[in-house]
């Protein structure tokens, strides 16, 4: 007796982590969408430190997916995860206030010729 088997096209199922990988392009793909039509539809000159909220947050966003999706640290203990933020949000809080202080000695060395 012969034996005949018949295949109906190359099938391919995705695994989990190519699905979570796809669901990730396409969230970052909708991120930088949106930024990119507020970037040509917002006026800067109105509302200039309103883009710029909207352009930090929206990278925050994005940071946040690369890092825990790409480093896989999404699954990780909290306080690994912590020991990462924490240290960063210094270094940004550090930039922020050397750059204020910057403008105020900045000012006064202009104003008062100090």
Same mark, same amino acid.
């Given at each position: 007796?012969?034996?005949?088997?018949?295949?109906?096209?190359?099938?391919?199922?995705?695994?989990?982590?190519?699905?979570?990988?796809?669901?990730? #392009?396409? /969230? *970052?793909? +909708?991120?930088?969408?949106?930024?990119? =039509?507020?970037? &040509?539809?917002?006026?800067?000159?109105?509302? %200039?430190?309103?883009?710029?909220?909207? #352009?930090? /947050? *929206?990278? +925050?966003?994005?940071?946040?997916?690369? =890092?825990?999706? &790409?480093?896989?640290?999404?699954?990780?203990? %909290?306080?690994?995860?912590?020991?990462?933020?924490?240290?960063?949000?210094?270094?940004?809080?550090?930039?922020?206030?050397?750059?204020?202080?910057?403008?105020?000695?900045?000012?006064?060395?202009?104003?008062?010729?100090?």
């Amino acid at each position: 007796m012969a034996q005949h088997t018949e295949h109906h096209g190359h099938e391919e199922k995705l695994p989990a982590q190519t699905k979570e990988i796809w669901r990730t #392009f396409w /969230i *970052l793909l +909708i991120i930088t969408s949106f930024e990119f =039509v507020i970037a &040509f539809t917002i006026d800067a000159d109105h509302y %200039k430190w309103t883009k710029i909220g909207i #352009f930090v /947050i *929206l990278t +925050i966003v994005k940071a946040y997916y690369i =890092v825990g999706i &790409f480093m896989h640290l999404k699954h990780e203990v %909290k306080s690994l995860i912590w020991t990462i933020i924490l240290p960063c949000v210094f270094v940004v809080w550090l930039v922020v206030a050397l750059i204020i202080e910057g403008g105020y000695i900045g000012f006064e060395r202009f104003f008062f010729g100090k």
